[in-house]
């Protein structure tokens, strides 16, 4: 069994930064490749950015990309999501999540991830 434990998140002004971390547990998390995503309320849950497992590839939503950075320490069993200049729209419930070995080949969708973390609130206030 797989768990996954974020932390970081809080309340920030827009403009400001925070740094979530996601600690796995298992021996197999360099494995694995890695994903955020996030809700708002009212809304479905949607990619954010994810890693492959060597730490070498990663991929973007577009409406994050140049201000949300994705970095992995597989020694550490941790995937860490840096953000910076916060914006009002991305407040949600951040979760990660690790990369079935059976997926569709894409990183961005729901369905190619089969572990989840209980998620994390950030607010990011105007």
């Known amino acids: 069994q797989v768990q996954l434990v974020e932390s970081g998140g809080g309340l920030v002004q827009a403009g400001g930064s925070l740094r979530l971390s996601c600690a796995a547990s298992?021996?197999?998390?360099?494995?694995?490749?890695m994903g955020w995503f996030r809700q708002a309320p009212g809304k479905e849950r949607e990619f954010v950015v994810a890693i492959n497992s060597s730490g070498r590839g990663t991929y973007y939503a577009g409406s994050v990309k140049g201000r949300f950075t994705i970095s992995r320490d597989n020694a550490k069993n941790t995937v860490y999501l840096q953000m910076n200049s916060l914006k009002p729209e991305d407040t949600a419930v951040y979760y990660c999540?690790?990369?079935?070995?059976?997926?569709?080949?894409?990183?961005?969708?729901?369905?190619?991830?089969?572990?989840w973390g209980q998620g994390t609130q950030v607010t990011v206030s105007s």
């Open positions: 298992g021996r197999t998390f360099s494995s694995y490749a």
């Open positions: 999540a690790r990369r079935s070995m059976f997926n569709t080949g894409s990183y961005d969708g729901i369905r190619d991830y089969d572990y």
